[in-house]
């Protein structure tokens, strides 16, 4: 006898509420193993491929591309034993029933996402029959009573049976006007096309209403409107949310870091960086390692619920990264650990998964300083806002050749500017100028490393 289960939208281990569909890698029909990955999704902070814990037959999908779904929403069905004897009827709403299903179906959560389970409850057709209920304790299936016998074509008289439409088509219909109980199917499930020829007929069951716009739309007036949602809705509640919270203060320092491009040049043909992309980022965010030892309030945060201010033994350095779907923080854990080859590879790592969306959420949580590279745009500096969270956030802006006085006489150097923005709660004006100082001292003089 086939079984059939529903596959709920689950929580990928960040707290996830809501997310995204954004492509389908099955469709009805399709066989799939254990494991395999049959949804991607966006959540609040980057896309991520779902595996279904179950192999079988995927029977229905319930959301299309571009709807937003709630965590333990049934985002699919599916037959795990489509080699078994026939089903009972299908349900009104379109999805397979199993022969006997209970009040409550216990959905899984996601392979490798915890131990969290949702209980979805099975609700009853408000105008159903009761003869179609079927009974408790099933006969054999080499006896079928003439109750579940195959859903005869859906009367489109209201009041009667539910039309068989699934909810995307409902949705579709309710959009435009069109009533399924006018549908005739041919003892079909109502389909798209149906409802698109119902709207389009020249006595439709209702007026057509406005149809729900699509992802992209562009009026009269030449305005492009996308819905907020995603990484960058998640993108704007954070920043509003820090800029509104701690109070920023921001300090700019100019910096000639002739000596640190020499020495990157010269270790570019060192056997210890072969085949690694050694970048002006990278000794950047030694610098912040090692300047956070000396003043840890950089590296803290506060805790508003306790009232407490929480310092740090490790730097989690948060990297904004910007991506196709907007921008995000990844993290390189215990930075502070890490050599500068360590360092240049994981950032090398990181840009490059962080480009490609695959990100992990887990990777993006948890910070507790950050910079942001705005000199890989041409830019000199700006006034970056802290990332919720932590307490100070650098911006490294671009490396230019510029005249500079050195030994009383004007040469041409290689230069860039540094903004420091810091959480007045915990980072009074002298840790924040101390720390900045310190980075800006690396970056002009590597050696100076030795005796920080």
């Known amino acids: 006898m086939p079984q059939y289960k529903q596959f709920p939208l689950a929580d990928t281990a960040e707290g996830l509420t809501e997310a995204d569909i954004l492509n389908w890698h099955v469709k009805p029909g399709d066989e799939v193993k254990v494991n395999q990955i049959v949804v991607e999704i966006e959540t609040a902070k980057a896309a991520v491929e779902l595996p279904i814990p179950w192999a079988g037959v995927i029977t229905e999908l319930h959301v299309e591309p571009?709807?937003?779904?709630?965590?333990?929403?049934?985002?699919?069905t599916i037959d795990t034993d489509p080699g078994g004897a026939p089903a009972e009827a299908p349900s009104p709403n379109g999805a397979a029933a199993a022969p006997a299903p209970a009040a409550e179906e216990e959905m899984k959560p996601l392979v490798g996402y915890g131990s969290k389970t949702v209980t979805a409850k099975r609700r009853a057709r408000k105008d159903a029959p009761a003869a179609v209920t079927p009974a408790p304790a099933a006969p054999a299936p080499a006896a079928p009573a003439a109750p579940v016998a195959p859903v005869a074509p859906v009367a489109p008289v209201k009041g009667g049976y539910v039309p068989l439409a699934k909810p995307p088509v409902r949705k579709l219909a309710k959009d435009l006007g069109v009533d399924l109980h006018t549908l005739a199917a041919d003892?079909?499930?109502?389909?798209?096309?149906?409802?698109?020829?119902?709207a389009s007929g020249p006595e439709p069951a209702a007026a057509p209403a406005a149809a729900a716009p699509p992802v992209s739309t562009v009026d009269a007036a030449g305005e492009r409107r996308v819905p907020i949602k995603g990484v960058r809705k998640a993108t704007a509640k954070a920043m509003v949310d820090s800029a509104f919270t701690a109070?920023?203060?921001?300090?700019?320092?100019?910096?000639?870091?002739?000596p640190m491009m020499e020495l990157r040049e010269r270790l570019k043909k060192s056997p210890a960086f072969a085949g690694i992309k050694l970048t002006p980022l990278a000794f950047a965010a030694k610098a912040m390692c090692l300047a956070a030892k000396r003043t840890p309030d950089v590296n803290a945060s506060w805790d508003e619920e306790n009232q407490e201010i929480v310092y740090k033994s490790y730097v989690h350095l948060g990297i904004a990264a910007a991506t196709p779907r907007g921008l995000i923080v990844p993290?390189?854990?215990?930075a502070e650990q890490l050599s500068l080859p360590e360092l240049a590879r994981a950032l090398s790592d990181l840009t490059d998964v962080a480009r490609e969306g695959k990100t992990a959420p887990g990777d993006m949580v948890n910070g507790s300083i950050t910079i942001t590279n705005v000199g890989v745009f041409g830019v000199d500096t700006g006034t970056p806002i802290i990332t919720p969270g932590e307490s100070a956030i650098l911006a490294f802006g671009a490396i230019r050749d510029t005249p500079w006085v050195v030994d009383g006489e004007i040469k041409v150097r290689k230069v860039l500017q540094l903004a420091l923005s810091f959480d007045h709660r915990v980072v009074d004006g002298q840790q924040g100028s101390q720390f900045l100082s310190d980075v800006g001292m690396l970056l002009a003089d590597p050696a100076s490393a030795f005796i920080l």
Do not use: M, S, Y
């Open 66 to 76: 571009g709807q937003t779904v709630e965590v333990g929403t049934a985002i699919l």
């Open 187 to 198: 003892g079909q499930v109502i389909t798209r096309e149906d409802v698109q020829r119902a």
């Open 247 to 258: 109070p920023h203060v921001t300090e700019f320092l100019t910096v000639d870091v002739t």
């Open 331 to 334: 993290k390189i854990r215990n």
